[in-house]
Every structure is written in structure tokens, then in C-alpha cells.
């Protein structure tokens, strides 16, 4: 019974959508099949930021290099598929589109924080973002 289940894992490794087509909106954001899709592990600086535009460019390059497929993780605050993005099987990461230039941007969960993450001072509580 393993054996079955783990060759059915390494046959369908990303359990979402593949042969996606898809173009970038700027350095983290993509257009899939009229959807937008915002990677949950890549933070690039917005377009009207130090580096976004090349962000964006290196993110085009990157889908239209290849198969895309998508692994789905629910929807953030703005209506976007939170999603990993693979490129023929290979996750795009952050060091493939750049640095984050600065921005203490991170994905938490459901939401998308664009405030720095502050260690929770109680061990057991939730970290919250700083107050700006």
C-alpha cells in the first residue's frame, strides 16, 4: 500500500494545475487562464520600486521558458490564488527573481503582510506585524 501511494505521489508531485498559461504583472503577481495567481514564496519590489520592473521581466522569462504548473494554497485578502509556481517541475524560489530590495514583505498563512513580523514575546503566541 506505501509503495502505491509514493508512486502516486512522484506521478502527481504538484496536485494542482499544469499546462498553465500565464503571464507576469509584475515581480510576484502572474495571470493564469484569466486568474490571478500571487506566489507564496517570492516577495519582489512592486513595479514603482527600485528593481520591480526587472523583477517582473525576470519573472516573465522564467514562465515563458517552460511548462508552467501550479500549486494552490487557498486565496489572500485581494481575491488572488495563493500558489507555488513550478516551471517544468522545478518551484520557482525567490533567488530566481531577485532580492526583495529592502521590503519586509512575507506571507503568513492567509494573509499577505507588508509589515516587518515582530517574534511574539510569550512562547505559544502568535508573532504579529509592528505597528508603523
Known sequence: MRIALLTLACLCPLGGIAGERCIAIDGDTLVCNHQKVRLTNVYAAELNEPGGAAAKRRLQALIASGEVALRPFGQDRY??????????????????????????????????QSAPIRKPRVPGTQAFPVPR
Request: glycine share 18%; charged share 30%; net charge positive.
Open 79 to 112: 481575491g488572488r490564488t495563493l500558489a507555488e509556481v513550478y516551471v517544468n517541475g522545478r518551484r520557482i524560489e525567490q533567488a530566481d527573481i531577485g532580492p526583495r530590495a529592502g521590503r519586509g514583505a512575507r506571507w503568513q498563512g492567509e494573509r499577505h
